[in-house]
C-alpha cells in the first residue's frame, strides 16, 4: 500500500469514495491544522469536509452533513507513531 491517502474517501458505504481497506489502516484528517475526528467525507483536491450536523437524519436515515471548507491534510494514522527515542535502558 502507499502512504499517500486518497484525494477524496467517504465513511458512507453508499458512496462510490468508500474504500473498507483504506478505513481499516485508519486514516485521520487535519482541517485548517486541527485534529478532525467526526469527519463523514472530505475532498483534497476540493478543499472540503462533511461532518454531521447534530443528531439529525435524512428521510433515509442516514445522517445530515454540512460541507466545511479550508485546508484539509488526510494522513494514515499507522504511520503517525512517533519512533521511541528513549536512551539505553
Not at 478543499?47 to 445522517?63: E, H, N, T, Y
Amino acid at each position: 500500500m502507499t502512504d499517500t491517502p486518497p484525494d477524496r474517501l467517504s465513511l458512507n458505504p453508499r458512496s462510490p469514495h468508500f474504500n473498507a481497506d483504506l478505513l481499516q489502516r485508519g486514516v485521520g484528517i487535519r482541517f485548517k491544522g486541527q485534529e478532525r475526528t467526526n469527519v463523514e467525507e472530505y475532498s483534497v483536491s476540493e478543499g472540503w469536509i462533511r461532518v454531521a450536523a447534530g443528531k439529525s437524519l435524512d428521510r433515509f436515515g442516514q445522517p445530515m452533513t454540512v460541507k466545511l471548507s479550508g485546508a484539509v491534510e488526510p494522513y494514515f494514522q499507522d504511520s503517525t507513531a512517533e519512533p521511541d527515542e528513549g536512551g539505553d535502558d
